[in-house]
């Protein structure tokens, strides 16, 4: 019995010995790994001269992978075959770069990794690693720094190329369109200063470009573009000027699309540009009672035409212009359904004291008839109005007092609108309604050391303007009834004194009109009034 009960104390106790053990040796996890990889060699060297071969291998100390290169990676000059560069989608103690691109005779090649390089586990990023190298005997290395911002919106973009273009006789403005640049850069995400690294000496233009398409190369409709007025020299022992470039989108040239049946009597007429003066015109042979109207579709670039009466022919001819360009478009017509009128609201919901009410149609509107239109408050009071009718839009706006706290009906009795096609409305009912002034803030921006005239805007954080004021002379802005939220005040610098901003054009060499931002954001609150003093910078 005795030699049971040692039996069993033994076991237990080795029992014991076991789990204390096995609880000083359970992971605990570890303080986190926040070191970022490390180079042990490369082959060839960084900063190598002579460079023959195709292949660029580059060891770590750790497992890597590559984060978001088709992003990060520059390689200055570009290459028009892209390097393969190794792991994609996976990790490797190596990074392998096979070059199939044929290299330039005595140029130095950058490959700017960014932030892509990052270990395997916690992703810690190898920052800005750079590797060099030269097909000639020396290294170039000279420099050229800047920074870039937007010309309109508070926040420049993130990823913004800096190219330089070799000043020579090949040289031509629109080179930007076809060939990819001598040296590039990039803003990366966390700043927008540049450095082009590794330049010859020489005569470049600089330029920036947001380069959505990554092609290297400026598309006005995607790209927006920066550029430096006047050829920069860069030379040997000599200071390093910084340069300011200023960002802008163009506006689009404009340019006709093929224009197509959508349905009964209606062909659509896409653009691209500035289309309020495009003219249309039918120049195949019609009937005298023939007639036509057009509107701006209220989500695409097109313009909605109408014709009347149906005809029974396989096309028509019609003849586009918009100043100095005229373009000429044959359309199928089929037998296809008419649409239906459609009237909807604008706004919807609440409205603002200083807003209007409007009707929109899917059709041209043709008559209104106010004797069947009738606009009655919550206290079945009738609320005088006066309309408009904005023909390029084809909407209705309905201008009429409004008061804190109230509700407003607009009823439309049959008959009350018609179309283009002689169609005509059932009833209709829309509401709307005000709410409290100690809902919104108001603002007073005084304004100081300005230049007239000026406009005067509060945006939203996208950069959509909220509110807006023209001033030819020094006075106070008053904008009322601002709804609570962040908004960035900007004051634009009306060059041409023409009322609206102008952006910049790169062919004819203009910067887009100045524009200086609020330093902080104003944060409108309900029930407050608030003075904002405004010190522009000379």
């Not at 082009?196 to 005569?203: C, R």
């Not at 100690?438 to 954080?461: C, H, K, M, W």
């Not at 634009?492 to 062919?507: A, E, H, M, Q």
Request: glycine share 4%; net charge neutral; aromatic share 14%.
């Amino acid at each position: 019995m005795q030699n049971k009960i040692i039996n069993l104390l033994f076991i237990v106790t080795i029992a014991l010995v076991l789990v204390n053990c096995a609880n000083r040796g359970s992971p605990t996890g570890g303080p986190k790994d926040i070191t970022p990889p490390q180079i042990i060699k490369s082959t060839p060297e960084n900063y190598s001269t002579n460079f023959k071969g195709d292949e660029i291998i580059i060891y770590f100390d750790e497992y890597v992978k590559l984060k978001e290169l088709s992003k990060q990676l520059i390689i200055s000059p570009p290459m028009d075959r892209l390097p393969e560069i190794t792991p994609l989608g996976g990790s490797n103690k190596y990074i392998r770069i096979k070059i199939y691109d044929t290299l330039q005779p005595n140029t130095t090649y950058a490959f700017n990794f960014g932030n892509s390089i990052v270990d395997n586990n916690e992703e810690n990023p190898f920052k800005y690693y750079r590797y060099v190298f030269s097909t000639g005997s020396y290294i170039d290395s000279l420099t050229v720094k800047g920074s870039v911002k937007d010309a309109l919106e508070y926040a420049t973009d993130q990823f913004i190329s800096v190219v330089l273009y070799e000043a020579d006789s090949s040289y031509t403005d629109s080179i930007i369109y076809k060939e990819t640049p001598k040296y590039i850069t990039n803003t990366l995400d966390s700043t927008t200063n540049f450095t082009i690294e590794n330049i010859k000496a020489g005569k470049y233009y600089l330029r920036a470009l947001k380069d959505v398409n990554s092609d290297n190369k400026f598309q006005q409709r995607s790209d927006k573009i920066g550029f430096y007025e006047t050829p920069i020299e860069v030379k040997q022992d000599s200071t390093v000027d910084a340069y300011d470039l200023t960002l802008f989108k163009e506006a689009i040239d404009y340019k006709a699309s093929k224009p197509y049946l959508v349905a009964g009597e209606k062909i659509a007429f896409g653009f691209q540009g500035d289309y309020e003066t495009m003219k249309i015109k039918v120049i195949s042979n019609v009937p005298d009672n023939y007639k036509s109207r057009y509107f701006k579709d209220e989500k695409t670039d097109t313009l909605n035409y109408f014709y009347s009466p149906k005809l029974e022919v396989d096309s028509l001819l019609f003849k586009v212009t918009n100043k100095a360009v005229i373009d000429t478009f044959k359309v199928r017509i089929k037998d296809n359904l008419k649409d239906s009128l459609v009237i909807k609201q604008y706004p919807t919901g609440s409205i603002r004291f200083d807003e209007q009410f409007s009707i929109r149609g899917n059709i041209p509107f043709t008559k209104l008839d106010e004797s069947k239109i009738s606009i009655i408050d919550r206290d079945s009071t009738t609320i005088k109005y006066t309309t408009s009718y904005d023909s390029l839009n084809n909407k209705y706006n309905f201008d009429f007092d409004k008061v804190e706290d109230n509700r407003y009906k607009i009823q439309m009795l049959p008959e009350a609108v018609t179309d283009f096609f002689e169609n005509k409305n059932d009833t209709l009912n829309f509401s709307i309604s005000t709410q409290s002034k100690n809902n919104f803030g108001n603002a007073r921006i005084e304004l100081s050391n300005a230049v007239y005239p000026v406009i005067v805007q509060l945006t939203d954080d996208k950069g959509e303007v909220k509110f807006s004021s023209y001033l030819t002379e020094r006075k106070p802005v008053d904008f009322s009834d601002i709804q609570p939220s962040k908004y960035y005040l900007r004051v634009i610098y009306d060059t041409n004194k023409n009322g609206i901003y102008d952006s910049g054009n790169y062919l004819k060499g203009r910067q887009p009109e100045r524009v200086s931002y609020a330093k902080e954001p104003y944060e409108a609150k309900a029930g407050f009034d608030e003075i904002i003093p405004f010190k522009l910078l000379d």
